[in-house]
Nanobody, 117 residues
């Protein structure tokens, strides 16, 4: 059974940084597409970044997604945070290729990120 556990959320002042981690257990992490998503109340879930099985690091503007297959851990480094980045951040996994439209098969419980002005 796939297990995903996010950590690293918290409160930070605008302009600051946070690094989220997603620990994975009980599946072949290296063979899964991984992703970070976020959601705020009343809004649709939004894709933050995804990373396929052949990539170790992707830079997406202020955020960097990376994976350590040896540790079965996914990371999201978030820099220059803004109040609009406030959301619950979810880790997700999907076997093999990254699915379209965020239709990942497995999801973590989420971790809250709050950015105050």
């Amino acid at each position: 059974q796939v297990q995903l556990v996010e950590s690293g959320g918290g409160s930070v002042q605008a302009g600051g940084s946070l690094r989220l981690s997603c620990g994975a257990a009980d599946f072949a992490f290296r063979y899964y597409c991984m992703g970070w998503f976020r959601q705020t109340p009343g809004k649709e879930r939004e894709e933050v970044a995804t990373i396929d099985i052949n990539t170790s690091t992707r830079y997406t503007g202020r955020f960097t997604i990376s994976r350590d297959n040896a540790k079965s851990t996914l990371y999201l480094q978030m820099n220059t945070l803004k109040p609009d980045d406030t959301a619950v951040y979810f880790c997700a996994a999907h076997p093999a290729s990254c699915p379209p439209g965020g239709s990942f098969e497995y999801w973590g419980q989420g971790t809250q990120v709050t950015v105050f002005p």
